[in-house]
């Protein structure tokens, strides 16, 4: 199925889901994201607009802009904060 990520009205939505992977796409508002939480694999955003903090419990951190794509480990937890108006796809292993 098609999908045109400029026509999404939903803040958050899954795309796709099938035995080895996900894709969510989520729109954050300034301040707003999704919570210190990990997952049992692989995971990786990527920046559709705006500007986020992506950041690990641990004290790592680094802001993503629009276009940025970041693979990471997400076995570590992590936290995501918009800095401004966000849209932002993430890709999480199963």
Do not use: W
């Amino acid at each position: 199925m098609k999908l045109n990520l400029n026509k999404i009205k939903e803040s958050k939505l899954m795309l796709t889901k099938n035995e080895s992977f996900k894709v969510m796409y989520f729109e954050f508002e300034p301040g707003k994201g999704l919570p210190n939480h990990h997952h049992d694999g692989d995971a990786a955003i990527q920046v559709l607009e705006g500007k986020v903090s992506f950041n690990f419990v641990d004290g790592e951190s680094c802001l993503l802009e629009k276009n940025d794509f970041l693979p990471f480990d997400a076995r570590h937890t992590h936290n995501v904060i918009a800095e401004e108006k966000s849209k932002v796809l993430v890709f999480i292993g199963l």
